[in-house]
């Protein structure tokens, strides 16, 4: 497996770690950089994640073999009527989108006879700081890549998908569309939402700085979250709605059952329900270290 030229639209956390990975897995000998911020793709090239960069998507795509697109979700559709014209027949085409419905009805719209080179998917991977010099090879590393073809992705491009990311060790697990975004609106979009909520809470307080001043290290790794990017947040929320605004729902039933049994001075079902999440916690990290790889 090798590319004779990669194109990476989007010189950020995911696209620099994602160029510098694939340098070091060895297919990638030449990769071409387009950001739409001039600062951020001059920035990846002076740090080495890019060979070239370029002033358009159009260049940065003809004539490549694979193309990474790794910008904000609602960014997606400028970026697809922007690739399709310049995008080779037999070429992969691959987003790493934290929600993907929204991005499929988006390929269906404006790809057109490209739209079997697309195949979706998203890594389980980031970190709370953005920016392309934040960039780590390793980042993809033994975490899980979720890969959701569409109907029309061609079964090449599915089965390279898998193939390019088991190559930066990742492990792959498949799923629908509607199946991921309702999934990741549980066990990644509503704890953002947390994070982000009860960071406000504690400033809209007189003493919030104060009190997050004492915070220890148990908070710190709770809201560590809560210092993500704004705009890719913005858009992942926006765009996965329906799915975020039901795991809320969910959240509040089982935050009143808490609030309930304190108010209510019953210690008995405050240590119940304790215990209950804190044995699922238990056997879910027990079970964390089996990966599901096709």
Known sequence: MKFEKVA????GLMGGSFALAARAAGWAPHIVGYSASLSSRQKALSMGVIDSAVDSIAQAVTGADLVL????VKATTTCFEAIAPALKLDALLMDVGSTKSDIVLAAHQTLGNKLHCFVPVHPIAG???AGVEHSDADLYKDRALIVTPMASSGKAQVQLAKQIWKSLGSYITELTPT???AAFAAVSHLPHVL????????FQQNNGPELLALGGPGFRDFSRIAASDPVVWRDILSTNREQVLLQIGHFKNALNEFEN???RNDPQALEDMIRQASDLRYNWRMGANQNTEE
């Not at 994070?195 to 504690?202: K, V």
């Open 69 to 72: 697109l790794a910008v904000p």
């Open 195 to 202: 994070a982000y909520a009860i960071i406000r809470g504690i």
């Open 127 to 129: 970190k709370e700081v």
């Open 8 to 11: 990476l639209i989007g010189c």
């Open 179 to 181: 199946e991921h975004d």
């Open 261 to 263: 049994a304190i108010q």
